[in-house]
């Protein structure tokens, strides 16, 4: 089935607590990129990558890491969370480079105390 | 950088009614303009699209109109349904640019009672 799959769903942690959020794409997608949903806010671009070891920055970097070493996967690092950054992330991928076309993930609750 | 603004932020109509939720967006190089609907605790599906070189596009009840010219998009949905009831987002991206962000508008809550 094709799908994108993120890990964990839920994460509740402490504020400068290093945490990863995996994504992983099985349909071959060359783009990939993470989102964050806050009430009020809607979707708002962390990062994106058009290719393997190509990332770049979406709308609201700062706070963030990612890497792309694979193809289907694209994980998430939060080096020292803050509570600012409690949300619900979202991974999503693209057949095409532009970003065309993106298919979600099924989003990670993450809060930050 | 691109700026999309959507309204209403919430909307509410009774079944059978039609439903009408605007965007605009700022970068006149944006030509790829998709609408996504989320529902209560679900991710958000791609639910239609529309590139720049054509002005509407159907899909059973749902249609999408782009004025490029005023540099806005519309999503219609005709014959709502109480299943209709989700948030909607538009979003805008220079699709021939390889390396830009897709950009989200805030969402529209719409509720269809019946």
């Known amino acids: 089935e094709a799908q994108v799959t993120q890990n964990p769903r839920y994460l509740i942690t402490v504020t400068g607590k290093k945490l990863t959020v995996t994504c992983s794409q099985n349909?071959?997608?060359?783009?990939m990129s993470w989102y964050r949903q806050d009430p009020g806010l809607g979707l708002r671009q962390i990062y994106y990558s058009m290719n393997v070891e190509v990332t770049d920055k979406g709308d609201v970097p700062e706070g963030y890491k990612v890497s792309r070493k694979e193809k289907r996967n694209f994980p998430l690092i939060l080096e020292s969370p803050s509570p600012n950054q409690t949300s619900l992330y979202f991974c999503?991928?693209?057949?095409?480079?532009?970003?065309?076309?993106?298919?979600f993930g099924p989003g990670t609750r993450l809060t930050v105390t | 950088g691109e700026n999309v603004e959507q309204h209403p932020s919430t909307l509410s109509v009774q079944e059978g009614d039609s439903a009408v939720i605007k965007c605009t967006y700022s970068?006149?190089?944006?030509?790829?303009f998709p609408w996504y609907k989320q529902e209560l605790g679900k991710r958000p599906q791609l639910i239609i699209d529309i590139r720049s070189n054509v002005g509407e596009k159907k899909d059973q009840r749902i249609a999408v109109t782009l004025n490029k010219t005023a540099k806005h998009f519309s999503l219609h949905i005709t014959e709502t349904q109480p299943e209709d009831s989700a948030v909607y987002f538009c979003?805008?991206?220079?699709?021939?640019?390889?390396?830009?962000?897709?950009?989200f508008g805030k969402g529209t809550t719409l509720s269809v009672s019946s």
């Open positions: 349909m071959n997608h060359e783009y």
């Open positions: 979003a805008a991206i220079p699709a021939d640019q390889a390396g830009t962000a897709l950009i």
């Open positions: 970068d006149s190089a944006s030509n790829y």
């Open positions: 999503a991928s693209s057949l095409s480079r532009t970003g065309v076309e993106q298919y």
